[in-house]
């Protein structure tokens, strides 16, 4: 409980980009993201990156972002990219790109290690530290099961 005159220690940031909307540059139809998963791409598709997927108005869209990025982030701010981080970082390019029209059609996005230090600098500019991230909870991509009524056999 917070007393009257009393701030917070904490603040609690709203949902940033692990559940957002974004808005199709062409279309303007508004497209709901959910972030799904962090995935070590080495051991599934033998890239030295780091995918996030995504599921964008219900469809895949995956982010790779290059492993190289975190040896950089260490030499650059003596800091780590979180898990968290990176799933942010990775939702504020998708956000960027579906808003500016870059090819929406596309399955897999690839970030530059540059792209991705600048993402995370940005969330982490918005967010204040990576304690203030949302905790990632996996969700099941299969949608919310509906009870039908089965007629007496």
Known sequence: MILPGKRAAFTLIAAMYENFTATDRWTQETLPCRWRANIVAIS?????????????????VWIAMPCTAWVEQKKRT???????????????????????????????????????????????????????LHTLVPTSDEPSPQIVAQPPV
Request: hydrophobic letters at 40%.
């Open 44 to 60: 599934t598709r033998h890239a030295d990156a780091v995918d996030i997927r995504f599921n964008v108005n219900g469809r895949p």
């Open 78 to 132: 003596n800091k780590v990219i979180t898990d968290q981080l990176a799933a942010q970082a990775a939702g504020l390019y998708l956000k960027q790109i579906i808003e500016s029209g870059y090819d929406s059609g596309r399955e897999m996005y690839t970030m530059t290690v540059e792209e991705v230090l600048a993402n995370a600098d940005a969330v982490l500019r918005e967010a204040g530290h990576t304690s203030k």
